[in-house]
């Protein structure tokens, strides 16, 4: 990695007890926060990068095919094979973090534990990671919290006193990172300094809590899914992909299935009454894995925003709802979908709704100004749905809830998969897993989030994707900063 004198000096002068000293900063749960939310699978090739004496990898390994361990410190890598000498999985490299010895595209993860603070361009390391991740892989760093102990950083030869969350998500963004996550670990660094004059416990103890950051490369899904739905819109049948191989996902009115409860209690299909009410030639082409508008509990006046309207469905159904007094917004990126619907709400006089091109990355629509937030089955084709629910947050007023139904995953899809566009049009292969599907919703400002689970889905590799209803209401965003540090 790219370092300092003062850094080159520090860890190789440290490298034999290094991990003596590690132990006294931080411990494994800090790793272990790190591969919760990196949803690895056998198959994958990662890089740790500033790997030290091996802390990151000894944890890597043992979960995937092979780990790249690279670090700019001769002494520190040395350690580091002594370490992980049992596995036969690793390969070290001694390497510059700015100019990665690794090629464009090759890693299915990247990983970087508290290395980023050591680096004299945070951003252009990052970059340097991001380019070495195929599309569709992650990035996960762990790092301190921003900090005051000066002393700290002369001690350790750092460059940053920590980084503020604010900053690093806004590094991910540059780097054209989506689904980013900067979330607590609940763990701390912590150190004593060796400075005899400073004797105030407050300033001689660090105390820094530790953040884990994720985030994805992004793929290009985008016109495949503007496409395949806009012929959908043309043809007027309704087909949520044209993957012969996953019938149970393709059937119907669905994209999710035929089944028409859910073994958590809440409908999927539109009832009877639900089909009555809303015209014919909407109902035809409803794509969606539920009914959001069953659950949502409108109310007469209430402004309601469906992301992904489509043919319009489901924001008809809610401007039922929400009554004459109410207004109905329906937001689509396909322009025959936005026709469609137009032409029916025209033809119906349906006069408290209004369809809006855009995409859900990037709402046509003020800041707190609706009182629900509704979709179906439409988030998961969205390559970055943390900025979507970013966008949700944004346009809610506070105390707004958002209501969507969609598809999410029991765990990580391949990256193959992930490639494979009839599956991410067919409400497949974007599933997110449904926990970081939530940790998306609560980093944008949603408290009392509540899953309930279909039982239809279906499998894809070893992968289950199935259908969720999950509610949510809009809160400020106050972000907690917890330490678990005992001195």
């Known amino acids: 990695m790219t370092m300092t004198n003062a850094s080159k000096d520090y860890f190789e002068q440290n490298a034999d007890q290094w991990d003596n000293l590690r132990s006294g900063f931080f411990q494994e749960e800090v790793r272990q926060s790190a591969i919760a939310k990196a949803y690895l699978r056998p198959e994958m090739i990662v890089a740790d ?174 016109e495949t899914v503007q496409s395949q739905y806009g012929a959908i819109a043309e043809s007027g049948k309704s087909c949520c992909g044209s993957n012969p191989d996953h019938e ?84 689509d990126m396909t322009p025959a979908m936005l026709k469609r619907a137009r032409n029916t709400a025209q033809r119906n006089g349906i006069n408290n709704v209004e369809f809006r091109e855009g995409t859900a990355e990037a709402l046509p629509v003020e800041d707190a100004s609706v009182d629900v937030v509704i979709s179906n089955c439409v988030i998961n084709l969205s390559e970055d749905k943390g900025q979507v629910f970013n966008e949700a947050a944004r346009v809610l007023k506070i105390g707004g809830r958002l209501e969507v139904s969609d598809s999410v995953s029991n765990k990580a899809f ?16 974007g599933a997110l897993p449904e926990t970081e599907y939530t940790d998306l919703i609560r980093q944008a400002g949603f408290t009392d989030i509540k899953v309930l689970r279909s039982a239809m889905g279906t499998v894809v590799d070893d992968v289950s994707a199935y259908s969720v209803h999950v509610s949510a209401v809009r809160t400020d965003n106050a972000e907690p900063c917890t330490s678990a540090c005992a001195i």
């Open 248 to 331: 149970l996902v393709l059937t119907r009115n669905t994209c999710c299935g035929e089944d028409t409860t859910l073994n958590s209690g809440f409908v999927v299909d539109y009832t009877p009454g639900d089909r009555a009410v809303v015209p014919e030639e909407a109902e035809q082409i409803s794509l969606g894995c539920g009914n959001p508008s069953a659950i949502a509990n409108m109310k007469a006046g209430e402004i309601v925003l469906d992301i992904g309207s489509g043919g319009g469905m489901d924001a008809f159904l809610a401007s039922k709802q929400v009554g004459n007094n109410g207004k109905v917004i329906g937001v």
């Open 49 to 222: 990068i500033g790997s030290g004496t091996g802390f990151m990898a000894a944890g890597l390994a043992p979960l995937v095919q092979k780990v790249h361990v690279l670090d700019g410190s001769a002494a520190m890598l040395e350690i580091a094979r002594q370490n992980l000498s049992d596995f036969s999985n690793i390969e070290y490299q001694q390497s510059d973090g700015q100019a990665l010895d690794l090629p464009d595209e090759s890693m299915d993860a990247v990983f970087a534990n508290m290395y980023l603070h050591h680096a004299p361009d945070p951003l252009a390391a990052i970059q340097e990671m991001v380019r070495v991740l195929k599309p569709g892989g992650r990035l996960m760093i762990t790092d301190m919290d921003t900090h005051e102990y000066t002393w700290l950083k002369e001690e350790m030869a750092d460059e940053w006193m920590g980084f503020a969350r604010d900053q690093i998500r806004a590094w991910y963004k540059a780097a054209e990172l989506v689904n980013i996550l900067v979330d607590a670990t609940g763990e701390s660094c912590c150190a004593e300094c060796e400075i005899e004059n400073i004797t105030d416990p407050l300033e001689k103890y660090a105390d820094i809590s530790v953040f884990v950051a994720t985030g994805s490369k992004r793929l290009s899904m985008r």
């Open 414 to 429: 391949p990256l193959q998969a992930k490639l494979n566009n009839n599956d991410w049009s067919a409400c497949i292969s």
